[in-house]
């Protein structure tokens, strides 16, 4: 038989398979699959081309992050739109992307890719827009394919709120069908076709992007419910209520995410239920614009699909330990129940609720023979991990980005020993500094 690629033996593997099994033993990887997973107990003789220690190390099935605006590292250190709420915040971020360029979109949606493989992050979801240049969506696509990650590009349709940024229906659409048609068959890149918002978006233009999205068996993705406003507006455009509004044209389904998803009722959660929808979950963006509290507890007690996103650079730490950290205690908090998310039901969501909310559960989000080898070791010889009791609450409340020791997608080594293997990071930092002084200055922010 021939020898596997790669052995990652003796560490302790969060399986999250359906028993959510947790033991010690190696895994097995030949191209991009997982071939072989043998715990300690039934020790055998394995030959590889190349074997990692991971006596040291906790392997758990990489991190999806569902939801992202990933140019907005650019600028996340500086004080635009600090302190605004979130209609407020927008208008301030569409008169900064009004001066956004296909360089802009390419080094910061590179940043940010950076950033969330060092977190643990395989999978990454970019709503992105707008897209009126052409060139954008295709230099976005190639920024984050360089890095290695599993990308899906939630091409964003914005045909109204902002005019200098507003592209037409047509136009839009065009490019969201020959995105999906390109793509179609790719392992490493998904395209969702994705209206912004309802203060962005066209009623005409979420029926079409639902027809588009069926033609081509991909997924529509939306923002949709963050604030009491936006639910005045549309009752008052429309007659209904967001999710009321979407189940009426045929939004919503199996194929369907919800980003936010904070104002919604109890007949429009049943109908997210029978719909099969997900809902990416943002609690560090959320708590950062004070938008309220969405009713994931309500959700996960209905059995809704949740997964979770860290959302824009300028509102969230890109580390998915924070997010799951802020994810129990804000709903502990919220509804005085801190059983409602348990650890394991944490990294679930962090793991196979992204991959169920983009259909791709049979190939990513757990650890699995024939599934994808999309895997992430933690380095769990640290201080603030000792003594190891339960793994699982130990890597959600006390581990952080900085403890990801090595990140396998698709069967390839993307970093080891915390060095990013497909980047060089310090040629990106320069680069991305110069190019974000330039922005500035274009903006009237420069510090020079």
Excluded at 267 to 279: M, P, T
């Amino acid at each position: 038989m021939e020898d596997a690629d790669l052995l990652i033996e003796n560490s302790i593997i969060i399986s999250m398979d359906q028993n959510r099994s947790i033991f010690h033993g190696t895994i097995e990887i030949k191209g991009d699959r997982i071939i072989g997973i043998w715990p300690s107990s039934r020790t055998r003789s394995l030959h590889a081309k190349r074997k990692i220690d991971g006596s040291k190390m906790a392997v758990l099935p990489g991190f999806i992050n569902a939801h992202n605006h990933l140019w907005g590292s650019l600028i996340s250190n500086r004080p635009t739109a600090e302190g605004l709420k979130l209609d407020e915040f927008l208008k301030e971020l569409w008169r900064v992307k009004g001066s956004l360029g296909r360089d802009e979109f390419y080094y910061g949606s590179q940043l940010t890719s950076v950033q969330n493989i060092m977190s643990g992050i395989t999978t990454l979801v970019d709503h992105c827009y707008p897209c009126v240049n052409p060139s954008i969506s295709e230099s976005v696509i190639d920024a984050v394919r360089i890095t290695g990650m599993r990308f899906i590009f939630a091409r964003g349709i914005m045909t109204k709120g902002y005019p200098p940024i507003c592209e037409t229906s047509e136009k839009a659409f065009n490019e969201c069908e020959g995105l999906a048609k390109k793509y179609y068959k790719s392992d490493m890149v998904k395209v969702l076709i994705a209206p912004v918002s309802f203060r962005q978006a066209e009623l005409s233009d979420y029926k079409l992007a639902k027809e588009i999205a069926d033609r081509y068996h991909t997924g529509v993705y939306t923002h949709i419910a963050e604030t009491e406003a936006e639910i005045e507006t549309i009752k008052k455009d429309y007659g209904r209520r967001p999710v009321e509004l979407l189940n009426e044209i045929g939004f919503l389904g199996k194929s369907t995410t919800l980003v936010h998803s904070i104002y919604v009722q109890e007949d429009e959660i049943q109908l997210i239920r029978s719909s099969g929808a997900s809902v990416a979950h943002c609690a560090s963006n959320n708590m950062r614009l004070a938008k309220g509290a969405a009713p994931i507890a309500k959700m996960i007690d209905e059995g809704i699909n949740i997964c979770l996103g860290t959302d824009n650079p300028i509102t969230a730490k890109q580390d998915f330990f924070t997010e799951l950290y802020n994810l129990i205690l804000f709903h502990s908090f919220v509804d005085r129940r801190p059983e409602i998310i348990s650890p394991m039901k944490a990294l679930e969501i962090a793991t196979l609720g992204g991959a169920r909310a983009l259909g791709m559960e049979n190939m990513i989000g757990s650890i699995e023979v024939g599934k994808k080898a999309d895997l992430i070791l933690i380095d769990m010889d640290k201080p603030h991990l000792k003594p190891l009791h339960d793994v699982a609450k130990a890597l959600v409340f006390h581990a952080s980005a900085a403890d990801v020791d090595t990140v396998i997608i698709n069967g390839k080594i993307i970093m080891e020993n915390r060095n990013l293997i497909t980047i060089n990071i310090g040629k990106l930092l320069r680069h991305t500094t110069k190019l974000a002084e330039k922005f500035l200055t274009k903006i009237g922010e420069s510090d020079k």
